[in-house]
C-alpha cells in the first residue's frame, strides 16, 4: 500500500491467489479496461474491486488505492451496505501486502466491532502480526485459531509460512507432515516438503 510499496512475501497468502492460466484471456481483458478506466478518474472502482475478487488475482497497490478511496467517502461508504464489510477485508489484506499497516488495522477494527466473535477476522489480525513481523504473537494467534478449528487449511499453512521465514526448516517439516496427515489430497504441500528435504540434502525422505 503506500508506504514503499514494498512486498512482505510471507503475507501473501489468505486463500486470494490464483495462477493466470486460470483466467480467461476475456477476464484479464476486462480487468485490464477496467483498471485503466478506474485509474484515470473514469468510474467503476467498486466494479473493479468485485472482479478482482471473482478472478481471485493480485492487484494490492490498486485495489489499496480504490478501495481505501471508497471507505474514506461516507455516501460511497453507505451505498455497498453489507459488502461494506467485504471490503474492509479485501483492504486490509493490500494493506499487508503493501506494509500500509495503519490503512490495515483500521480495516480490521471495523471488522471486530461488527464482528467481535468472527474467527474470519481473527485471521486477520494474526496475518497482521505476521505482516509486521510480530512472529510469536502470530503463531500464538495462529495456534489459537486452530484450537478452534484444527482443520483451517490457511491457518496451518500460515504456520508452516513463518517457520520457514524464521529459517526453521525443521519445523517446517514438522508442521507440513502434521498438515499432510490431514490434508493428504494437497499437491502444493507434497511439494512444499520435497523442496525442504532438498535443501537439507536429505534425498531419500525427498524422494
Known amino acids: 500500500a503506500r508506504k514503499g510499496l514494498s512486498t512482505n512475501r510471507s503475507t501473501r497468502f489468505v486463500g486470494t491467489k490464483q495462477s493466470r492460466e486460470m483466467v480467461t484471456k476475456t477476464e484479464e481483458t476486462k480487468l485490464n479496461q477496467l483498471e485503466n478506466q478506474v485509474d484515470n478518474g473514469g468510474g ?12 481471485k488475482v493480485r492487484r494490492s497497490e490498486q485495489v489499496l488505492k480504490h478501495g481505501s478511496s471508497i471507505l474514506s467517502d ?5 451505498a455497498l451496505g453489507p459488502d461494506v464489510w467485504t471490503l474492509n477485508e479485501q483492504v486490509a489484506i493490500a ?5 500500509c499497516f495503519d490503512v490495515a488495522q483500521n480495516c480490521i477494527k471495523a471488522l471486530q466491532k461488527k464482528f467481535p466473535e468472527s474467527k474470519r477476522v481473527g485471521r486477520l489480525e494474526a496475518l497482521l502480526l505476521e505482516a509486521k513481523g510480530l512472529w510469536g504473537e502470530a503463531e500464538e494467534a495462529y495456534s489459537s485459531l486452530l484450537e478452534d478449528n484444527p482443520l483451517d487449511q490457511a491457518i496451518h499453512k500460515r504456520r508452516v509460512a513463518i517457520s520457514k521465514a524464521l529459517g526453521k526448516p525443521s519445523l517446517a517439516i514438522e508442521l507440513l507432515n502434521k498438515y499432510l496427515e490431514l490434508f493428504m489430497a494437497d499437491h502444493d504441500a507434497w511439494r512444499q516438503l520435497a523442496e ?7 534425498y531419500k525422505q525427498a524422494a
Not at 95 to 99: E, K, N
Open 44 to 55: 467503476g472502482a467498486w466494479e473493479y474491486l468485485s472482479l478482482v475478487r471473482k478472478l
Open 74 to 78: 461516507s455516501g460511497k461508504r453507505s
Open 95 to 99: 494493506a499487508m501486502d503493501c506494509q
Open 196 to 202: 525442504i528435504y532438498l535443501s537439507l540434502q536429505m
